[in-house]
């Protein structure tokens, strides 16, 4: 059974940074994508950077040049390095794997509890 367990999120200014982590457990794909998505109060939940098992990674628009995704195979962990935050970056932010090319489609099988992100002005 997949576990996904995030941790990282707090609260910063605007401008700051923060780095979410991913520990992951049973996964037992021999490839596999990981993705971290965000979701804010009354907005739909929505894709920010994916990776996979290869290596190739993908952002979403609103994101690139700050965020950065990336995997430690050997700790089975997913990290988030986000850079230049936002007021507009606050949400809650979950992992998630799937061995499907998924990339930032919100429809992972394997999901995390979340992580809360504040930016404040």
């Known amino acids: 059974q997949v576990q996904l367990v995030e941790s990282g999120g707090g609260s910063v200014q605007a401008g700051g940074s923060l780095r979410l982590s991913c520990a992951a457990s049973?996964?037992?794909?021999?490839?596999?994508?990981m993705a971290w998505f965000r979701q804010a109060p009354g907005k739909e939940r929505e894709g920010v950077a994916a990776?996979?098992?290869?290596?190739?990674?993908k952002y979403a628009d609103s994101v690139k040049g700050r965020f950065t995704i990336s995997q430690d195979n050997a700790k089975n962990t997913l990290y988030l390095q986000m850079n230049s935050l936002k007021p507009e970056d606050t949400a809650m932010y979950y992992c998630?794997?799937?061995?499907?090319?998924?990339?930032?489609?919100?429809?992972?099988?394997?999901w995390g509890q979340g992580t809360q992100v504040t930016v404040s002005s």
């Open positions: 049973g996964v037992i794909y021999s490839i596999y994508y």
């Open positions: 998630a794997v799937d061995w499907r090319p998924l990339w930032l489609r919100p429809t992972y099988k394997s």
């Open positions: 990776i996979a098992s290869y290596g190739t990674t």
